[in-house]
């Protein structure tokens, strides 16, 4: 049979993050969100958007671009 090697090998994502507006669209972004959304977008000014946590501390989670308020999240890469 085969080589069964068990070391999980990285595998390279396309795009590293997902930006999601108030409205439900998507925005996939390579690498970097800012800059790429302000682009895609045709804007040349965001705002950050923070959300506060339980323990008093403010996260930044994404912008403010053109009224809409978009969530960025990190995509992990899957393993083979």
């Known amino acids: 049979m085969g080589n069964n090697n068990t070391v999980k090998k990285k595998l390279e994502l396309k795009y590293n993050f997902i930006g999601m507006d108030q409205y439900g669209s998507t925005y996939l972004i390579k690498k970097y969100p800012r800059k790429e959304l ?29 009224e809409l308020w978009i969530e960025v999240l990190r995509l992990s890469p899957a393993f083979s």
């Open 38 to 66: 302000l682009e895609r977008l045709d804007r040349k000014h965001a705002n950050k958007m923070h959300i506060d946590s339980r323990d008093g501390t403010s996260r930044h989670i994404g912008y403010v671009i053109a």
